[in-house]
C-alpha cells in the first residue's frame, strides 16, 4: 500500500532522522511526529559533557537544538505533536493512541527510546512523588539540576560508575569537587565491555582523585523534610553499613526501552527487557511498523545476525533513517550493516569504542595510559577482530573502526595497535 501518512513516535535523534530522511527520500505525504517532552528534538551527549564543564556558556542557548519547532513544521512540513505521550498501539486499525485521540498511520516508525531506572522511592512518577536532590541525567532539566548542583559545590554521590556516572563524577573533579562513584560491581562496565577495560577506567577514576567503592551497594537514602515541605535527600546508606552525606545524589543504573505503551499490540517485544524485536531492516513482525533507536534489538549482519540493543548516537542516526525509508518503499528495505560507536569523556580523556565487546578474547594491546600515552583493548572473534576500546587515540579507533567493518584478521589488527600507530606520551 502506499504511505500517504508517516507517523513517528520518538522526536529524539532517532525520530528526527526518520523524519528527515523521510523528506529526502521524496516522500510528499503527511508526516506526524510525536514526543512526550516539550522540547524540540536536542543532542543529548554534551549535557553530561560539555553542558557541565565548569567554563562551558551559560544558559539555554547551551542545549544544542538539531532543529527547531518552527524549522519543523515550516520547512520539512511536519505536524509536530510535543508533549504527547503515546499510550496504546492499535496495529489492527493502524491507529497510534494518545489518550484519547487516535492516530491513524500508513506506517509508523517506533523510536521511543529508553526511560532510565530509579531506586525504590525516588521515581518522580512513584506513589511517593519526587524526592529533592535525587535525579537521573537525560534531559536538559535534568542537566540544569546537576549543573546549579556542581556551581553550588553540592556534596554529590553517583550511583552507577557506567558511562553517565562517570562523567557527572568528571565534572565534579574538574571543579575540585568531593565526589563519590557507588558501583555494586567488582569491575564497573564488565558487561558492557568486559574486565579488561573495567579495571582501565578505575584507574581513571583513581587518578583524578574520584572516591569509588566497589563491590557495594545502596540500600537506602535518608531524607529530610521541612514542616509540610518536599522531601529533600540527606545521605545514602551503603550495603556496607557506610553512610554519605549527599546533597544530590545522580542515579546512573541503567535505562529500559520505553515500550509499556506496546504490551498488548502484538508487536514483538524482547522477552528480557521489553526492547522492539526487529531484523536487519529495522522491520518488526508487524506489516507498516518498524523500530529505531535505543528501543530496538535490531539483528546485525555484521556480527552473524546477533541482536543488539545499542544506547548510542550513531546507532540512532543510522537506523532512524534507514527504518524511515524502509518504512516508504519496503520493496527496497536491505539489511543495514554498520559498525557500532559511541564516545565518552572522562577526566580529559577520550574514550572510544567500536564494534561488540561479544567475543572469544579481549586483549590489552597498548597500555600506556600511565605514562601520559594511550590505551588499545582489542575483541576477537575466532580469527577477526570485531571490537576495540581506545582511549586517547581517536586517529586509530577510526582505522580500527574500518577493519572491524572489513571483517579483518586479527593478527594484522594486533600489529597494527602495536605499531607505528603507538602513542606518543603527552
Not at 25 to 31: K, R, T, V
Not at 75 to 88: K, N, P, S
Not at 134 to 155: I, S
Request: aromatic share 4%; net charge negative; glycine share 12%.
Amino acid at each position: 500500500m502506499s504511505v500517504e501518512r508517516l507517523v513517528v513516535v520518538g522526536a529524539s535523534l532517532a525520530g528526527l532522522r526518520a523524519v528527515e530522511a523521510a523528506r529526502r527520500a521524496g516522500h510528499d505525504g503527511e508526516i506526524v511526529l510525536v514526543g512526550d517532552e516539550v522540547h524540540a528534538p536536542y543532542d543529548r551527549p554534551p549535557l553530561s559533557k560539555a553542558f557541565l564543564d565548569p567554563d562551558g556558556q551559560r544558559g539555554a542557548g547551551e542545549v544544542a537544538q538539531f532543529r527547531t519547532a518552527e524549522a519543523l513544521r515550516d520547512e520539512l512540513g511536519v505536524d509536530l505533536r510535543l508533549g504527547t505521550r503515546a499510550t496504546g498501539l492499535d496495529t489492527a486499525a493502524r491507529e497510534v493512541l494518545l489518550g484519547d485521540e487516535r492516530l491513524p498511520y500508513d506506517a509508523l516508525v517506533i523510536a521511543t527510546g529508553s526511560v532510565p531506572r530509579w531506586l525504590p522511592g525516588t521515581d518522580p512518577d512513584g506513589p511517593d512523588g519526587p524526592l529533592e536532590g535525587v535525579t537521573q541525567l537525560r534531559t536538559v532539566e535534568d542537566a540544569r539540576r546537576v549543573r546549579d548542583a556542581l556551581e553550588a559545590g553540592a556534596r554529590i554521590v553517583v550511583v552507577g560508575a557506567g558511562f553517565i556516572g562517570s562523567e557527572v563524577a568528571s565534572a565534579a573533579r574538574k571543579r575540585d569537587l568531593p565526589v563519590t562513584v557507588v558501583e555494586a560491581l567488582d569491575v564497573p562496565l564488565t558487561r558492557s565491555v568486559g574486565p579488561e577495560v573495567g579495571v582501565a577506567c578505575v584507574e581513571l577514576h583513581r587518578a583524578a582523585g574520584t572516591d569509588l567503592r566497589l563491590g557495594v551497594g545502596v540500600a537506602g537514602l535518608d531524607e529530610e523534610r521541612d514542616g509540610d515541605g518536599p522531601r529533600r535527600v540527606r545521605a545514602v546508606r551503603l550495603t556496607d553499613g557506610t553512610t554519605l552525606p549527599a546533597d544530590l545524589v545522580v542515579l546512573g543504573i541503567g535505562v529500559r526501552p520505553a515500550t509499556a505503551w506496546l504490551e498488548d499490540s502484538g508487536v514483538a517485544l524482547h522477552e528480557g527487557d521489553r526492547g522492539v524485536l526487529v531484523d536487519a531492516t529495522m522491520a518488526t513482525n508487524v506489516p507498516g511498523v518498524w523500530a529505531a533507536g535505543d528501543v530496538a534489538h535490531v539483528e546485525n549482519p555484521l556480527f552473524d545476525g546477533e541482536q543488539h540493543r545499542l544506547e548510542h548516537w550513531t546507532n540512532a542516526a543510522d537506523h532512524g533513517a534507514a527504518a524511515a525509508r524502509h518504512a516508504l518503499d519496503p520493496a527496497a528495505a536491505e539489511p543495514v550493516v554498520t559498525v557500532p560507536y559511541f564516545w565518552s569523556d572522562w577526566y580529559g580523556h577520550r574514550l572510544q569504542f567500536v564494534g561488540t565487546p561479544r567475543a572469544d578474547e579481549a586483549r590489552v594491546v597498548v597500555d600506556e595510559l600511565s605514562t601520559g600515552g594511550g590505551l588499545v583493548v582489542l575483541y576477537r572473534r575466532a580469527d577477526r577482530v570485531v571490537g576495540a576500546f581506545v582511549v586517547d587515540l581517536p586517529r586509530v579507533v577510526m582505522k580500527l573502526r574500518r577493519r572491524v567493518l572489513d571483517r579483518g584478521p586479527w593478527d594484522e589488527a594486533v600489529a597494527f595497535a602495536r605499531g607505528a600507530e603507538t602513542p606518543t606520551p603527552r
